[in-house]
């Protein structure tokens, strides 16, 4: 802006301002950086609830314990395979799904019906206990592809994708048509490379999904090798309830070092999804106003 | 090129649509929906029957308007703030840090909460160093549901905002200059200029989450909450989840769930046809 407002008043407001969500955003983050700093500080201090943001007697102890923990670093590969297979073919359905959704009823008869078939899905569910005991009777319990095969489909991304398709100029279809090109050439030469931004985001959309995901994982599997990383975080959790460990009177030296572990385990956790954060930044804003907000 | 497509979504979604009936049957897994026997409204009506429903009820419904109404008042609150400043690097950094617990799932969410919000945890040591009384947020009826939307809030509140901040940059600058050569405050341009250009998106959300208001949170609370606080914190989801997977009374919970779905339908539906009447919102 060019002209701006130099009185006292509005002066004051901007102190207030900056000093207010500065505070406001330090409390987004406060609560991860007390728990680095709790994972990486001795037992004693940690037991005795001293940490604050910063280690006290700073120790890699509950790192060294993880990287030696089978359970913890199996969930972590489970999980990396869970990304690895659910995006791409959560990624795949959504633009073989979208591609051809974006044609006119005339040229695709049917495509307000199917259209429906899709969007009804958004708005009526059987719920969990139906699908629990589909994916039951489909013999899927405790199979890898009980984490995959109900989620292949996102439909609002299904959708984006579509929205973000017809964006693009008719013209190119059109020409492409006349030149004899067949759909699968359309689809994979002129709109996937177009779509790059879009299919961006939905991607690391997805990757966010599967990575956090972990109810599905706790339902679907039982045999704990099998978890993903956040249904065993989760599980973790259940077992070790700190909120009745710190009331009860129990043996303070078990909760230390349960909660210097228990603390790591989680941060070492996010850490992939901090990794994606600069990307994820870049693309959410355009993806969240591109399903939302259109011509 | 449709057909995987259609195939994933008839599977797992439209086959456990038919899977409902078992909401009508005595179902028994080894006999199957097919061999169970029909019993009619009878899950419905011991439902309805059981005291803790209207607890599940009141709960599921508490708590979701709760988040509804405090996600949104914050995030507009928020947006109309960071719209103010102009410092380009620090409203940047306000932004990372803002988004970024959104990206985070509620179980790692909820171990750090479960830490922080514990009598000995740093919350309660700061509340104590103040002078008062330490609080069990998690174990108290009388706070599990404040913490619950709280904690949401302080989750969800960044990305909630970006939808109103993506309205604010499209407010043409020139309004504010004319305002400010015609001698309005800040105060003044905020009401008569940014909120204005923020309101057709402010009416889009409302609209839009009134379809949210049966879903109170289940990733959330199933990783927060413990027996002491059922009363409390125990939801339409929740309860579905104790009843059918973990207990296997697979009709009842059937029933339970179905009725949710019914409902969300009906809710859903209508906010949707509210937001395109009142915003112009088409989903495609």
């Known amino acids: 802006m060019v002209v701006r407002d130099r009185s006292l008043p509005s002066r004051l407001f901007d102190w207030f301002n900056y000093g207010f969500l500065g505070v406001l955003?330090?409390?987004?983050?406060?609560?991860?950086?007390?728990?680095?700093?709790?994972?990486?500080?001795?037992?004693?201090?940690?037991?005795?609830?001293?940490?604050?943001?910063?280690?006290?007697?700073f120790h890699?102890?509950?790192?060294?314990?993880?990287?030696?923990?089978?359970?913890?670093?199996?969930?972590?590969?489970?999980?990396?395979?869970?990304?690895?297979?659910?995006?791409?073919?959560?990624?795949?359905?959504?633009?073989?799904?979208?591609?051809?959704?974006?044609?006119?009823?005339?040229?695709?008869?049917?495509?307000?019906?199917?259209?429906?078939?899709?969007?009804?899905?958004?708005?009526?569910?059987?719920?969990?206990?139906p699908t629990f005991l589909l994916v039951r009777s489909l013999g899927l319990l405790d199979n890898f592809f009980a984490l995959i095969l109900p989620f292949a489909l996102p439909v609002y991304s299904m959708i984006i994708m579509m929205n973000f398709f017809r964006t693009l100029p008719k013209s190119l279809y059109e020409s492409a048509m006349i030149?004899?090109?067949?759909?699968?050439?359309?689809?994979?030469?002129?709109?996937?490379?177009?779509?790059?931004?879009?299919?961006?985001?939905?991607?690391?959309?997805?990757?966010?999904?599967?990575?956090?995901?972990?109810?599905?994982?706790?339902?679907?599997?039982?045999?704990?090798?099998?978890?993903?990383?956040?249904?065993y975080l989760r599980q973790l959790l259940q077992n070790i309830d700190f909120a009745r460990v710190t009331m009860a009177d129990i043996d303070l030296l078990q909760r230390v070092s349960d909660r210097t572990f228990?603390?790591?385990?989680?941060f070492v956790a996010t850490i992939p999804i901090l990794m994606v954060y600069p990307f994820l930044q870049r693309y959410f804003v355009k993806g969240i106003v591109l399903g939302s907000v259109k011509e | 090129m449709l057909i995987p497509g259609i195939v994933a979504i008839f599977i797992f979604k439209y086959v456990p649509m038919y899977g409902v009936i078992i909401a009508f049957q005595d179902y028994r897994p080894i006999q199957g929906i097919l061999g169970s026997d029909f019993v009619g409204l009878h899950w419905f009506r011991f439902v309805v029957r059981m005291p803790h429903f209207t607890n599940i009820l009141r709960n599921t419904f508490v708590i979701a308007v709760g988040k509804v109404v405090a996600d949104q008042v914050v995030a507009i609150a928020f947006a109309l703030?960071?719209?103010?400043?102009?410092v380009r690097w620090y409203k940047r950094s306000l932004q990372t840090a803002v988004y970024l617990p959104n990206?985070?799932?509620?179980?790692?969410?909820?171990?750090?909460?479960?830490?922080?919000?514990?009598?000995?945890?740093?919350?309660?040591?700061?509340?104590?160093?103040?002078?008062?009384?330490?609080?069990?947020?998690?174990?108290?009826?009388?706070?599990?549901?404040?913490?619950?939307?709280?904690?949401?809030?302080?989750?969800?509140?960044?990305?909630?905002?970006?939808?109103?901040?993506?309205?604010?940059?499209?407010?043409?600058?020139?309004?504010?200059?004319?305002?400010?050569?015609?001698?309005?405050?800040?105060?003044?341009?905020?009401?008569?200029?940014?909120?204005?250009?923020?309101m057709a998106t402010?009416?889009?959300?409302?609209?839009?989450?009134?379809?949210?208001?049966?879903?109170?949170?289940?990733?959330?609370?199933?990783?927060?909450?413990?027996?002491?606080?059922?009363?409390?914190?125990?939801?339409?989801?929740?309860?579905?989840?104790?009843?059918?997977?973990?207990?296997?009374?697979?009709?009842?919970?059937?029933?339970?769930?179905?009725?949710?779905?019914?409902?969300?339908?009906v809710l859903i539906v209508v906010s949707y046809r509210l937001a395109y009447r009142y915003a112009g919102y088409r989903i495609f």
Not at chain 1, 206 to 222: A, D, P, R
């Open chain 1, 25 to 57: 955003a330090a409390t987004c983050l406060a609560p991860l950086i007390h728990m680095l700093a709790v994972s990486l500080s001795a037992r004693g201090p940690a037991a005795a609830g001293e940490v604050t943001f910063w280690p006290i007697g």
């Open chain 1, 60 to 129: 890699l102890e509950a790192y060294s314990y993880i990287l030696g923990s089978h359970l913890f670093l199996n969930a972590f590969r489970v999980s990396l395979m869970r990304v690895v297979v659910g995006v791409a073919v959560q990624m795949s359905l959504v633009i073989l799904t979208a591609y051809p959704l974006t044609r006119e009823p005339e040229e695709l008869p049917g495509r307000n019906i199917i259209m429906w078939f899709f969007f009804f899905t958004m708005l009526f569910e059987g719920g969990l206990i």
């Open chain 1, 179 to 231: 030149d004899g090109a067949s759909h699968w050439v359309i689809m994979w030469r002129i709109f996937v490379p177009l779509s790059k931004p879009a299919i961006a985001t939905l991607s690391l959309f997805s990757m966010v999904f599967h990575w956090n995901e972990w109810f599905f994982g706790s339902i679907y599997l039982n045999d704990y090798y099998k978890w993903p990383l956040q249904t």
């Open chain 1, 262 to 266: 228990v603390l790591a385990q989680l």
């Open chain 2, 81 to 86: 703030l960071l719209n103010e400043i102009r």
């Open chain 2, 103 to 198: 990206f985070l799932s509620w179980v790692i969410i909820g171990g750090i909460f479960i830490d922080i919000l514990s009598t000995r945890g740093i919350l309660n040591d700061f509340i104590a160093m103040l002078g008062f009384e330490r609080q069990f947020f998690l174990g108290s009826n009388r706070w599990f549901q404040f913490t619950m939307i709280w904690t949401d809030v302080w989750k969800q509140f960044g990305f909630n905002a970006i939808l109103y901040l993506a309205a604010l940059t499209s407010i043409n600058p020139e309004l504010y200059e004319s305002a400010i050569i015609d001698g309005a405050n800040r105060a003044q341009q905020i009401r008569r200029i940014t909120i204005p250009g923020m």
């Open chain 2, 202 to 265: 402010i009416i889009l959300l409302a609209t839009l989450n009134l379809g949210q208001i049966m879903e109170a949170g289940f990733e959330q609370i199933l990783v927060m909450y413990n027996p002491a606080v059922y009363r409390t914190g125990d939801i339409i989801d929740t309860f579905v989840y104790r009843a059918g997977i973990i207990d296997g009374q697979y009709s009842l919970a059937a029933a339970v769930g179905l009725g949710k779905s019914v409902v969300a339908f």
